[in-house]
């Protein structure tokens, strides 16, 4: 499976003039909920890249946080496909 890539806003601060661009790739395994084949899919992060600013650096991310960042990222993305659904539906009508 091709890694979810997140894109964390650039960060900076007004003192100082510089802004980090961060982003990680979650590489996720597939497991089912249920033993049925028909269960619904839960994503599961195996492994993480972090690059700042381009770079591969290290990161002290727990798995929980790592959950976190993909359950945020998932939701974002639904809710972003349910928005383009609409626009569509009203560009169709």
């Not at 497991?31 to 002290?60: C, F, I, Q, W």
């Not at 946080?65 to 009508?93: F, T, Y």
Request: glycine share 2%; net charge negative.
């Amino acid at each position: 499976m091709d890694p979810i890539t997140v894109t964390f806003a650039p960060f900076g601060n007004e003192y100082e003039r510089f802004t980090l661009d961060a982003e990680i790739d979650l590489y996720c395994a597939e497991r089912t909920v249920t033993p049925d084949p028909e269960s619904k899919v839960k994503l599961y992060v195996e492994r993480a890249v972090m690059r700042v600013n381009g770079s591969e650096v290290p990161h002290e991310l727990t798995q929980a946080q790592l959950e976190e960042i993909l359950a945020d990222e998932l939701e974002e993305r639904a809710e972003l496909a349910e928005e383009n659904r609409k626009i569509n539906e009203r560009w169709a009508a």
